[in-house]
């Protein structure tokens, strides 16, 4: 009888560790089942908005104005069906003369050229294009257009202005990035120094993606209905799927009345998918209450935030604004970084080493709640390394915010800031 109530026992006791160790491996299954990688996450959020991720692209950084120019002359010179333009502004200078010179050996080739620029973008710089230049353009086979032509009572046109940069080459090469047209992208500026920005070439299926957002602005401004599959050599759309692999890209595209929250939809939820870190670069950092919700989030939970803006700006009210925010942002818990090196006008952000975007968009409300602006979003560890380590190389040319950086500033400067914070839904 003993050994009967023994042996049960025994069967109990090994019931009760294989139930526990089960319970545990099952546990540990359902744990590496759920654990997701950011980019992995941020995927699934572009999927739900069928926005496309194409697949099996090269792309290559191009990070300061002389490379963006170089590459870009190189891929024009080789165009063979046409090509196609879209800036905030062309300042009449000597990199646009150079650029309309090779687009009308171009057009004189065969070559259809298209070329757009947003009007009060155009006004806005120190050398506009004026009336004269566009009829010596078009005389040149050169189809360029003002986007939203600045007309009285003017205050109509403040609104929805195109800030976007994309050049697309025979729908096989695309660029896109911060960079207009301008000489100061190599030569920089007396008062401020050297520009740096960014831009990044693309060439394959996302191209697709650059030349859909240029032929509908195009054709919704000229009313021409240009259309047809010689324009998408890759086609339209590609599908999502985890198995996957290769360079992987999304544009995402900010279209007022369309798809008005997209880009910065798609900064938050980057943000919000981050498990360890952020990097981001921007010139004007007035970021809407919604994004600055998602970097509290993000710091709440223990990322790693580090933004830099520059010391210096082409704009001398914005930047008080952003330093207010900076020093917020500093205050819970982030890296600010300003860098010194001239005016930083880039427009990137990297997240956890997996992914990042590189674009038109200012982390601003003119960007995120009113312009026409376009990122790419970039799957890739090597590129995403390597705007990793331009940013590192930039922080040698910064300087850390601190509590006595910003007293330093001055009461006046402070107040400033804080008063043009009040501005941020409108700047």
């Known amino acids: 009888m003993t050994n009967r109530y023994f042996n049960i026992i025994v069967i109990i006791i090994t019931f009760c560790v294989s139930s526990l160790n089960s319970y545990s491996q099952s546990s540990e299954n359902h744990e590496l089942e759920e654990y997701i990688p950011s980019d992995s996450i941020f995927a699934r959020f572009l999927h739900v908005r069928n926005i496309p991720i194409y697949n099996n692209n090269e792309i290559e950084l191009l990070p300061t104005g002389r490379i963006k120019f170089e590459s870009l002359f190189e891929d024009i010179r080789k165009a063979k069906k046409h090509i196609h333009l879209e ?11 150079e650029v309309f010179t090779l687009l009308a050996e171009k057009a004189k080739e065969g070559v259809k050229v298209r070329a757009m620029f947003d009007d009060f973008g155009n006004l806005s710089n120190n050398r506009p294009l004026r009336k004269e230049h566009l009829k010596m353009l078009n005389d040149r086979g050169i189809e360029i257009i003002r986007f939203d032509p600045m007309k009285f009572p003017y205050i109509n046109h403040a609104l929805s202005r195109d800030h976007q940069k994309i050049v697309i080459i025979d729908g096989e090469i695309g660029y896109t990035g911060g960079m207009n047209i301008a000489d100061y992208y190599i030569n920089g500026l007396p ?10 070439r693309i060439e394959g299926p996302a191209v697709s993606g650059l030349q859909k957002a240029f032929l509908d602005t195009w054709n919704k401004e000229t009313k021409q209905g240009v259309e047809g599959d010689t324009y998408f050599p890759y086609g339209k759309d590609s599908t999502y799927t985890p198995e996957q692999r290769g360079k992987q890209v999304a544009i995402v595209q900010r279209v007022p009345r369309i798809s008005p929250d997209a880009v910065r939809r798609a900064y938050i939820e980057a943000i919000d998918a981050a498990e360890h870190h952020i990097r981001i670069v921007t010139p004007y950092f007035t970021p809407t209450r919604s994004v600055r919700k998602a970097l509290y989030r993000a710091l709440k939970r223990g990322i790693k935030v580090e933004i830099m803006v ?3 700006c082409d704009i001398s009210f914005t930047p008080d604004g952003g330093f207010y925010y900076a020093n917020k942002f500093r205050k819970a818990g982030a890296h600010i970084y300003l860098y010194k090196g001239g005016f930083h006008h880039t427009k990137v952000m990297t997240v956890d080493d997996r992914f990042c975007t590189v674009g038109s968009t200012n982390l601003n409300s003119r960007s995120l709640r009113y312009d026409y602006e376009i990122n790419a979003f970039i799957f890739d560890l090597q590129t995403t390394y390597e705007l990793d380590e331009i940013y590192s190389k930039d922080k040698t040319n910064s300087e850390r915010m601190t509590k006595e950086y910003y007293k330093k500033r ?4 402070n107040f400033v800031g804080w008063f043009a914070h009040i501005l941020t839904p409108v700047i």
């Not at 502004?89 to 646009?96: G, K, T, Y």
């Not at 008062?191 to 990044?200: A, L, N, S, T, Y």
């Open 410 to 413: 001055g009461v006046w400067r």
């Open 191 to 200: 008062e401020i120094g050297p520009w740096r920005d960014m831009h990044v």
């Open 310 to 312: 520059s010391e210096k």
């Open 87 to 97: 800036y905030f502004n062309f300042r009449s200078d000597s990199i646009a003369k």
